[in-house]
C-alpha cells in the first residue's frame, strides 16, 4: 500500500505514484528504498509541495485490481 500525505499530486497522480511504486517493488526495491525513490523522484520532478510517503507491504491480502482511493480533507 501506498499513503501519501499532502504530497506528489502536484508531481504524480495517485495511479501515477502506484505504478511507480509497483515497478519499483518488481525491481526488486524494499518499502523503505521505495519510498525514498518515489519522494526524491517528486523533488526531481519539482514538486513544490511537502512530501510524505509511507510504503507498506502486505501479505497475503488480495486487493481489487482498480485502485481505491480515500482522501480526508481537514
Partial sequence: ??????T????FTHQDAIDFVADLR???KNENEAAEIITQAALDRGSRDNIT??????SGIEF????LFFVLKT
Fill in 8 to 11: 506528489k499530486q502536484d508531481v
Fill in 26 to 28: 518488481k525491481q526488486g
Fill in 1 to 6: 500500500f501506498l499513503i501519501s500525505i499532502n
Fill in 64 to 67: 481489487p485490481k482498480k485502485s
Fill in 53 to 58: 510517503v509511507i510504503v507498506g507491504i502486505c
